[in-house]
């Protein structure tokens, strides 16, 4: 249950970082630990993984609907990644901020430069790997894909990691409470100076 204050909007915070790193794991905790900060459910064409249900985290949908979405202009952004869409529904950051939530986005570096042009204000973060031996055992551990798959979405990391300093922030996922923690204190730090100026 999001307890966001209506006389305040919130601010969009883009957690970005190559597959696997653990974005998805650390923004599920931030929304458990933080009350304030509601989350964006992206819409995709990719099938659902083992688990995943329509509406949690994605909501999943076939090319011809998401071309629809991308013309009526329902989508903040969006962008293809390993040969699926992805896409952030406006309306649902929007409801979010105007409730006074702070609205979390899992997206990749493309998804994050367009929601920084379309709100100058929103907190961007980078979750970066120790090391890439890691990043890669991490992505085994929770890809269902075949090897294929594996080594492009590997290449793909690696090729987003150079986009870590256009971010506002750099986080380390060494110890996942720890980050998870560091991400708790920027989204506070910016919170605490709503005009978003550095
Ligand atoms: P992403 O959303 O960035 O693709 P996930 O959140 O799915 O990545 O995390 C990938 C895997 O790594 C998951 O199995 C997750 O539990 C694990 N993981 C995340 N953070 C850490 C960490 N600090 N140490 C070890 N494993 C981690
Ligand atoms: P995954 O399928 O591994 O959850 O996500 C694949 C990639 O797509 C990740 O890099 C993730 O950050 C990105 N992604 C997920 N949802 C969106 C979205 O709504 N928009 C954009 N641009 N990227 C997304």
Redesign the pocket.
């Known amino acids: 249950m999001v307890e966001g204050t209506p006389d305040r909007r919130g601010f969009p915070i883009v957690v970005?970082g190559?597959?696997g790193v653990g974005?998805?794991t650390i923004v599920q905790q931030v929304l458990e630990s933080d009350p304030q900060v509601t989350y964006s459910v992206?819409?995709?064409t990719?099938p659902p993984r083992r688990g995943e249900t329509s509406g949690d985290h994605?909501e999943f949908v076939d090319d011809q609907v998401f071309d629809e979405l991308v013309e009526d202009g329902a989508l903040a952004?969006?962008?293809e990644?390993?040969g699926?869409r992805?896409?952030?529904r406006a309306s649902v950051i929007s409801e979010g901020l105007d409730l006074g939530a702070d609205v979390i986005?899992?997206?990749?570096v493309?998804?994050g430069m367009?929601i920084k042009r379309l709100f100058p204000e929103a907190l961007l973060i980078f979750i970066e790997p120790p090391s890439r031996e890691e990043l890669e055992e991490r992505l085994r551990g929770r890809a269902t894909d075949d090897e294929e798959v594996i080594a492009q979405r590997l290449a793909n990391a690696i090729g987003?990691l150079e986009w870590s300093s256009k971010y506002d922030e750099q986080v380390t996922n060494n110890d996942l409470d720890e980050t998870v923690e560091t991400v708790l204190e920027k989204i506070a730090e910016r919170r605490a100076r709503p005009d978003g100026a550095d």
């Open positions: 970005s190559p597959s974005k998805t992206s819409v995709t990719r994605y952004e969006w962008a990644v390993h699926y992805y896409g952030t986005m899992d997206l990749d493309q998804g367009s987003e």
